[in-house]
């Protein structure tokens, strides 16, 4: 009788083994929500940081509309509708506001 159980607990495992890397691509936490290789990022507040795709981007506020991002030595700015390129990143700043922005992230 025990082994009519394994099988189907082997079967289980199995399933849930190779359900991981598809639910691997997608997550979401507080300010960073992903899906396969593009993120939706909001970073409020001077300092804020969030982890990207494996890089840790700041947010350095914003001045005249634009804001003033960073990847370790490296650091750009970016308007509302703007697409920049930081570090291994391709961003597009979606929202800009006097102390937030809400930007879309991607390898590339």
Known sequence: MPT???????????GGLLALPLSACSFTSDNV??????????????GASANILGNEIGFAGTQDGRAGLSLGDASVTCAQGERVSLGP????????????????????
């Open 33 to 46: 929500s992903c899906s396969g290789s593009q993120c939706t990022v909001t970073l409020e507040g001077n």
């Open 4 to 14: 009519r159980l394994l099988g189907p607990a082997r079967l289980a495992l199995a």
């Open 89 to 108: 990143l391709s961003l597009t700043c979606t929202t800009v506001t006097e102390n937030s922005v809400e930007l879309t992230a991607s390898a590339g």
